[in-house]
């Protein structure tokens, strides 16, 4: 559960939304706004990691089709530590459901996603 409410907390908050809307709405433009041009994200499913940059990520989101309907999300925990923050939470597309561990900086004043560590928790139908 993400219980709190602190400026930091609650920006920290809101960026995690706009992350699962942008998943779940398949929106390039939140990503390139949202990241960092230092993130990366990787892949633990599977004994292969897969690592791919802040272009690969947009690219790869710009590949697919927008889900309908509200978006599906679990925002489980967020935890701000001075410019520092974690958060966890499950984002659904079409076909599957994701787990993903998300860090975030204070950069110049904003909180930007610097990295991604996520795994598929689900590859049946979209929950929701």
Same mark, same amino acid.
């Given at each position: +559960?993400?219980?709190?409410?602190? #400026? ?5 908050? *809101?960026?995690?939304?706009?992350? !699962? ?6 929106? #390039? ?5 949202? !990241?960092?041009? *230092?993130?990366? +994200?990787? !892949?633990?499913?599977? #004994? ?45 597309? #079409?076909?599957? $459901?994701?787990?993903?561990? $998300? ?21 049946? *139908?979209?929950?929701?």
């Amino acid at each position: +559960m993400d219980g709190g409410s602190h #400026p930091d907390h609650d920006a920290v908050r *809101a960026q995690a939304l706009a992350y !699962c809307h942008g998943v779940y709405k398949a929106q #390039p433009e939140v990503f390139e706004k949202l !990241c960092h041009d *230092a993130f990366h +994200m990787v !892949c633990a499913d599977g #004994p292969e990691l897969q690592v791919w940059d802040k272009a690969a990520y947009l690219a790869r989101v710009t590949a697919r089709d927008a889900a309908d309907g509200d978006t599906v999300y679990d925002i489980e925990t967020i935890e701000v530590d001075g410019d520092m923050a974690r958060v966890k939470l499950r984002v659904g597309v #079409p076909g599957v $459901l994701y787990e993903d561990y $998300l860090g975030f900086a204070r950069v110049a004043g904003e909180w930007k996603l610097i990295n991604k560590l996520f795994r598929t928790a689900d590859s049946s *139908a979209q929950q929701g």
